[in-house]
């Protein structure tokens, strides 16, 4: 395997998109050569990287980080090109996927169904040092310590592949669809409200009377608007499901 560190995952001004889907001709193409192309089915947590990386939630990524950006990223926290991003982003594959990929070589991923979402042009395959990144991401090494390194150990895959991103669809959502906003969907909503100031508040619990309470005062103080933005689907033991919540 080939690792050609092509340092392609940063952009210059003007070549911001709203997305990394294609146009609609290229994904014919993409479609019908995807017939003869090896191809993996994403579980859970792979889709919520794709689909951020899709819609630009993880601007200005264009797809999985190569070994350079990754060995970049635990350095310094920083792309090679000096983008500030923190935590590592790659495609984790077993190891019996990875010695059937290869530089240059194209790869189809699904969804869980096995519908096609994005085609992968890879640039690097390789063995990543799992406990270095643990020590870098949560602090710890130890997994009797910390809840994410163990889950990180036992079901993140030993093999990364990093490259770019064609994207044909988005991953489909049935539940709470006009939630489900992307980047410059929430730009453009921000715009038709005539909000300009905006006070976000990230949150993967439902909301207490005190958070409630916090976030309102905040935006007061500011003279700001509130932009509730919650994560769902990854939970852990016990936490309420997004649909109660």
């Excluded at 592949?161 to 006009?178: K, R, W």
Aim: charged share 25%.
């Amino acid at each position: 395997m080939v690792n050609n560190n092509i340092n392609n995952l940063g952009e210059t001004a003007g070549e911001y998109s709203e997305s990394l889907i294609v146009h609609f001709r290229r994904a014919e193409r993409l479609r019908e050569e995807a017939v003869g192309l090896a191809s993996i089915d994403l579980n859970a947590r792979q889709l919520f990287d794709l689909e951020s990386l899709l819609n630009r939630g993880f601007y200005p990524l264009v797809g999985y980080l190569d070994r350079a950006n990754y060995e970049s990223v635990l350095d310094s926290m920083q792309l090679s090109d000096g983008t500030v991003w923190p935590i590592p982003l790659c495609l984790d594959v077993d190891e019996k996927v990875a010695m059937s990929l290869e530089s240059g070589q194209l790869l189809v991923l699904n969804d869980q169904e096995g519908f096609l979402l994005a085609v992968l042009t890879i640039e690097d395959v390789w063995k990543p040092d799992k406990k270095r990144e643990a020590l870098a991401v949560y602090g710890t090494d130890d997994a009797t310590h910390h809840p994410g390194v163990r889950d990180f150990y036992e079901n993140v895959g030993e093999w990364y592949v990093g490259g770019t991103l064609q994207g044909l669809s988005l991953p489909i959502h049935y539940d709470f669809t006009e939630l489900r906003l992307t980047p410059s969907e929430t730009h453009r909503r921000f715009t038709q409200y005539g909000w300009r100031r905006v006070l976000g508040f990230h949150t993967r619990e439902y909301l207490h009377c005190a958070h409630r309470n916090m976030v309102l005062r905040t935006a007061r103080a500011v003279g700001a608007s509130i932009f509730l933005n919650p994560a769902v689907g990854l939970k852990y033991p016990g936490n309420m499901e997004h649909y109660l919540a």
